[in-house]
């Protein structure tokens, strides 16, 4: 009777590792963890990395899963410094972007290199001579419906798709993954581009409340005050269009001759004399308005009488399609070096060239997934425009304009500034380091300044906070020489932060 037991159990395992093996077979990849290893060439020495590929279930207080996050780390393979390596966390922005960008052109082991080269036939994926896994372990986050990451109900959206619910489930994530990882005693940084500044700021306060190793972070293409006041803003923004200009030699022969130079004029002018004469509005003198006009003009390259037309309060929109009008083109927001074809009408990011032009394969990091990291899914790769079947009806089916909870207009929620400032308060040895892109019309590097300027920071505090810019635009290390130039910074700032510590 033992003895027939025992068959019947055996038999039993063994149809249930069946069952196993045809649930993987059909791409049951819900609770697949992947881990490989591999080898790159990196300043001339062989270094060798885990990779892990993967899901994090999230979980509320009642233990029921609510969403699976998909994330892909890596982390040397060397047990002696395992102990005091730190461990980034990086995530894009949209909000609705994956991690792919930063993941997959910036930071990772292994780059995309078809430089916008749409060869899907060609799997043109080298070694990242420059990557950030030198001095720390990386963890590339695809924040929920975006990438492979999901809720696991429709109905379960709304707890993640909003300015709070994506910084708690963030935050949870980054938990999760340290204590799956046993390295809650880790260094922390995180690396953040665009909307992701502003969520890495609030995600900053909420790991410095728990009381988190938290020591340097990388804001990319910032944003963390959505409510600066309009016209403070659009005196803001006037350095990059003149960037843009100067580049398209749109300027004055006297401007077009040094960039840093003008760029400077530019920055004295829009804060001074352009600034004031938008704050009087119309008690401006007519002398003086008539002066602005004219230096507007100047700065931007638009025409003075455009300028009159629209009261010198000019939008990005307005000079974007303004400044090649005749051609029919306007100028990418994204990357103002660039052109896209346009008939006059409002801005379609889908159709900046920025955007798209120099995303060549759109399956490459799919293939990178399965071919070196033997992650493999059928799930469809979510970017900010979407990515689910059936496909959207609507001309932008962005989280921005569909899905994402802003709250109230007023709502404080909107400035991260106080959260980043309570977290360098709370964590003596944070640094930061903010980068921009002079040609980023969306998030220029002026506006940048200005906030850095704004934080009700110490004399102490601030010495703990720098500011560079890089000729290029949003996505800066798109450009073969400025990814190189932004990498080598990044790590400068890491082992500056660490040797910090250990005095």
Request: hydrophobic share 40%; with cysteine.
């Amino acid at each position: 009777m033992r003895r027939y037991s025992l068959k019947i159990i055996i038999c039993l395992l063994v149809v249930l590792l069946v069952f196993q093996g045809i649930a993987a077979a059909f791409g049951d990849d819900e609770e697949q963890q992947v881990v490989t290893k591999h080898q790159i060439i990196c300043d001339g020495q062989p270094l060798k990395y885990t990779a892990k590929a993967g899901y994090l279930p999230i979980r509320d207080q009642f233990g029921e899963t609510k969403a699976k996050f998909f994330y892909v780390a890596y982390s040397l393979d060397s047990d002696k410094e395992k102990r005091l390596r730190p461990v980034t966390f990086i995530w894009n922005g949209g909000p609705g972007a994956p991690s792919s960008p930063l993941h997959f052109s910036f930071a990772g082991p292994r780059l995309r290199a078809d430089k916008g080269e749409l060869d899907i036939s060609a799997y043109s994926v080298i070694d990242n001579n420059e990557t950030l896994l030198k001095v720390s372990d990386l963890v590339m986050v695809d924040p929920i419906g975006t990438g492979y990451s999901y809720p696991l109900k429709p109905e379960y959206g709304n707890l993640f798709w909003g300015v709070q619910q994506d910084i708690d489930s963030i935050t949870e994530f980054i938990r999760l993954y340290l204590t799956h990882n046993d390295c809650l005693q880790a260094p922390i940084f995180l690396i953040g581009e665009s909307y992701g500044t502003f969520r890495a700021a609030a995600v900053a306060e909420n790991l410095a409340k728990k009381d988190y190793d938290l020591r340097g972070i990388v804001f990319i293409s910032s944003v963390l005050n959505m409510q600066i006041d309009k016209l403070i803003s659009m005196a803001l923004s006037v350095p990059s269009w003149t960037a843009a200009s100067f580049f398209h030699k749109k300027l004055p022969s006297d401007l077009q001759t040094d960039l840093n130079y003008t760029l400077h004029l530019a920055e004295d002018w829009a804060t001074g004399e352009y600034l004031r004469v938008l704050l009087k509005g119309s008690r401006v003198e007519d002398q003086e308005r008539r002066t602005a006009i004219n230096n507007l003009a100047r700065f931007t390259g638009l025409s003075p009488d455009f300028v009159e037309k629209n009261n010198l309060r000019v939008s990005l929109d307005q000079y974007s399609s303004q400044i090649f009008a005749p051609e029919k083109k306007f100028i990418s927001h994204y990357d103002a070096r660039l052109l896209g074809i346009g008939n006059g009408s409002s801005y379609d990011p889908t159709r900046d060239p920025a955007l798209f032009s120099r995303s060549g394969n759109p399956f490459l990091f799919i293939l990178y997934l399965r071919k070196e990291l033997g992650f493999k899914s059928d799930r469809p790769y979510q970017g900010p425009f979407g990515g689910f079947w059936p496909p959207s009806k609507t001309a932008r089916a962005d989280w921005m304009a569909y899905r994402w909870d802003w709250g109230s207009l007023l709502d404080s929620k909107l400035d991260q500034t106080p959260a980043l400032v309570n977290a360098l308060k709370m964590k003596g040895n944070l640094q930061l380091l903010f980068v921009s892109g002079l040609y980023d019309l969306t998030t220029p590097y002026f506006l940048t300044e200005y906030t850095i300027r704004q934080l009700d920071l110490g004399q102490k505090i601030d010495t703990r906070i720098d500011h560079k810019s890089y000729p290029g635009g949003h996505m800066m290390y798109e450009d073969e020489t400025v990814r190189i130039q932004l990498a080598k910074d990044v790590i400068s700032f890491y082992l500056q932060v660490m040797n910090k510590k250990s005095k």
